[in-house]
């Protein structure tokens, strides 16, 4: 049973959030009525707790509260829970690259309505509709009435947020072994507390369909190219437009070239288990999505079986994965801003993550690729999106290690009139090696920008020329990039140049580009 203490102070927070709320209401005035429902649950339940308390001190229902405890205890549990993550998201007004008050508040706003929708499957005010119902039915049982007819179905909705909140879903760890992490060369920490993947779904060989036209297939084959225009620069601060501009983006967005290039295929040792989507069933999700985000790109897995699509939002960019997956004859789907996921690497696969409350990582999606190249696509698409979101700027990329991979040298160039770190990295399980360059600072730091695959072009001798001390020229080079702001750097003869701070990064690369062979 939750303490008298514990109910007074969760009133008291209600009504906190409640006069907070009220300070939305001009900067947002287009959802000032849905703020001003916000409020009013907030003060009712404010006064439920009150109730709640009394009902809980007076002797002649004892008996009555204890037959209710658990139910008392899941409420006043999810509702601390809940106003926990509404301050959270509050301290967004803190920050300083909004360009007005009213810009912030717009923002905060839109992450919170994000994050509920997101967790729970409805808005904030219907979450506390239901915690305010919930609760006038407790106090009604605990004082010897009977309940509202809606008593179960707020029940059922009040103890299923909890169970999200808690991340309390059952799991197995037989099917899915987390292997130990391997020693860095720089950073490397594998993160804390995966929590696995439950039994593997039936075989997607027993649902196959047809890849959709609008699909980019299994094959390695390209699309045309879309044009990309210019942008700011990828290391300044960004800043986030008070206006929706509604405006298509699929046709100048860089995702498209990264997944319209060819690339070269290199097959793994060992591979992983099946794809898998592991999240909870959002039946409207697409639908809800279609309202604001354009979809970008859709990327099958298993012969369709399971697909994953990339939105985003035009005027601040913010992403979000959408997971589709045929099951049983059923299909289900699920989506999370990509801010709040993690990448863990296992063999040929990726798993997308999402973290507890206890700081752990549970499995939402297991994704296996047929090519080392593809999957580093998707890793490196994967960390650009979540360093380009404005609405909810991530302080620094916790997954920017792809396990699995050496790191066999680092510099720094000046590409494109920045500092970047360049990284030559061989695979483990492959064998493929690859170039990467990173922001090397400002907000995105660490963020791929580029990254390109060395392939049997490095035994020519006319592939690696060194014109100057702090200049390499690589012929052929394929680039891939995620920014629609960088210009490559190209020598006089269109050859793909990099510029080293140092003169020994010269040195250096050129002996490392042979570890192909």
């Given amino acids: ?56 001190n007076d002797p002649s229902h004892y008996r009555r509260r204890g037959r209710i405890e658990s139910e008392q205890y899941t409420a006043v549990l999810s509702l601390e829970h809940t106003f926990k993550d509404v301050q959270r998201l509050f301290g967004g007004l803190a920050r300083q690259f909004y360009n007005s008050a009213r810009e912030a508040y717009q923002a905060v706003w839109q992450n919170i309505q994000d994050h ?51 991340a309390g879903l059952p799991v197995d760890f037989s099917n899915m072994a987390i292997g130990t992490p391997r020693q860095p060369s720089w950073e490397r920490m594998r993160p804390y507390g995966l929590v696995p993947v439950p039994n593997r779904p039936p075989s997607p060989r027993d649902f196959r369909r047809p890849p959709s036209p609008l699909t980019i297939g299994n094959e390695d084959h390209g699309l045309p190219p879309a044009p990309v225009p210019p942008a700011s620069p990828t290391t300044t601060t960004a800043t986030t437009s008070s206006q929706s501009s509604h405006r298509p983006i699929s046709n100048r967005h860089w995702i498209v070239n990264v997944f319209g290039q060819g690339r070269p295929t290199t097959v793994f040792q060992s591979t992983g288990f099946e794809s898998s989507c592991q999240g909870e069933d959002m039946p409207h999700a697409s639908s809800r999505l279609s309202a604001d985000y354009e979809n970008l790109l859709e990327l099958p897995f298993e012969d369709g079986f399971l697909k994953i699509r990339f939105y985003v939002r035009s005027h601040d960019r913010r992403a979000r994965l959408l997971c589709r997956m045929d099951r049983g004859g059923q299909r289900i789907q699920s989506s999370h801003p990509i801010t709040q996921l993690r990448i863990v690497r296992e063999l040929s696969c990726i798993q997308i993550c999402r973290e507890d409350r206890r700081g752990r990582l549970v499995l939402w999606t297991n994704l296996r690729f047929p090519s080392y190249e593809r999957l580093v696509l998707f890793y490196c698409t994967f960390l650009a999106l979540k360093s380009q979101d404005e609405a909810n700027p991530i302080r620094e990329l916790q997954d920017h290690i792809l396990y699995d991979e050496r790191e066999v040298f680092s510099a720094i160039i000046i590409d494109d009139t920045f500092q970047h770190a360049l990284r030559i990295f061989k695979d483990i399980n492959s064998g493929g090696v690859r170039l990467q360059a990173s922001a090397l600072s400002g907000p995105m730091k660490k963020a791929p920008i580029w990254t390109a695959f060395i392939t049997h072009q490095i035994f020519s001798s006319r592939w690696n020329q060194v014109p100057e001390p702090r200049k390499v020229h690589l012929a052929d080079l394929t680039r891939y990039v995620f920014t629609g702001s960088y210009i490559p750097q190209l020598g006089p003869h269109g050859e793909h140049e990099l510029c080293f701070l140092k003169a020994k990064g010269q040195q250096v690369v050129h002996k490392h580009t042979r570890l192909r062979s």
């Fill in 1 to 56: 049973m939750a303490s008298v203490a514990s109910l007074t102070a969760s009133s008291e927070t209600a009504q906190d959030i409640a006069a907070a709320f009220m300070k939305f209401q001009d900067p947002v005035f287009e959802q000032a009525t849905e703020i001003t429902a916000l409020i009013s649950e907030l003060f009712a339940i404010s006064s439920a707790l009150l109730e709640l308390k009394t009902a809980n």
């Fill in 116 to 166: 509920f929708l997101d967790e729970g499957g409805f808005p904030l005010v219907r979450r506390f509709e239901y915690y305010r119902m919930f609760l006038v039915d407790i106090i009604a049982i605990i004082e010897g009435y009977s309940a509202s007819g809606g008593y179960r179905d707020n029940k059922y909705h009040v103890e299923k947020i909890l169970r999200i909140q808690e």
